[in-house]
């Protein structure tokens, strides 16, 4: 697992990426990967989401005003999003990861949970936004790898246990190459899986943490699959992320 420190970089250089971006683009273009969103949606979106990140651990609960990004001018989108990039890097050093702090993960809930998923959220929104202007801007190796964990050992169980989707009927076996860490999503994603996995499917973390978020299919050709087909799309198209 990655240090809050190491998150923390992460977060403020793939933040200054989506703000260069940004600053290139027609914000009016469509994201192939967020079907119904424009460029103005998705950097809204995620500048939302850091904006309501730092008032969950400023205020101590979710409910964050809501706020209205400047979606029609590029310059004040682009500047608006690296103000609430800013914002949360700057109150996340404040406080630090140990503080305790509203949070939607599992006990104990303290910053350290905002520390580890708001550089994902930025992540995936930065492939979104690049993919959408041709580019591919990649997944950092050792941030891939956190982020597979994540969605194996905190979205999937969650959503489980809110009855968003029901306990898996089929498993999947997940292995990042040149990792010794693997996973496994089964069951409700609490409970240990008795037997082998039914399917099997390796490769590049950062190829892994797309296909969990449904950004890339089974047959990218940077992955691998053994076992069962029918089982590991029945896994990956459950919902086990949100």
């Known amino acids: 697992m990655l240090t809050p420190a190491q998150c923390l970089d992460h977060f403020a250089e793939i933040a200054d990426d989506v703000h260069r971006l940004v600053q290139q683009a027609d914000v009016g273009r469509p994201v192939p990967s967020c079907p119904g969103w424009s460029i103005a949606d998705l950097v809204g979106h995620l500048g939302e989401t850091h904006r309501w ?6 205020a101590g609960n979710p409910n964050a005003p809501e706020v209205s990004p400047p979606l029609s001018d590029r310059a004040e989108l682009a500047e608006w999003y690296r103000e609430s990039a800013a914002g949360l890097l700057s109150t996340l050093r404040e406080v630090g990861p140990d503080a ?5 993960g599992p006990r104990p809930r303290t910053t350290r949970f905002w520390f580890r998923r708001q550089p994902h959220e930025a992540a995936v929104h930065r492939w ?3 993919t959408a202007l041709g580019g591919e801007p990649g997944y950092p190796e050792a941030l891939a790898v956190d982020g597979v964990d994540e969605v194996v050992t ?9 009855k968003r989707i029901a306990p898996l009927s ?8 040149g990792h ?3 996973w496994v999503l089964a069951g409700d994603g609490v409970h240990s ?3 082998p996995a039914d399917a099997e499917v390796s490769g590049p973390a950062p190829a892994l943490i797309l296909l969990l978020w449904g950004r890339l299919p089974l047959d990218d050709s940077r992955l691998r699959l053994t076992g069962d087909p029918a089982a590991a799309a ?5 919902g086990i992320v949100p």
């Open 180 to 182: 010794e860490v693997g």
């Open 53 to 58: 990140a730092e008032h969950a651990v400023r």
């Open 128 to 130: 979104d936004l690049g």
């Open 100 to 104: 305790e702090c509203w949070s939607f």
């Open 234 to 238: 029945s896994v990956v198209s459950a």
């Open 170 to 177: 089929a498993s999947l076996a997940v292995r990042a190459d």
């Open 154 to 162: 905190m979205f999937f169980p969650r959503q489980v246990r809110l």
């Open 193 to 195: 899986l008795d037997g």
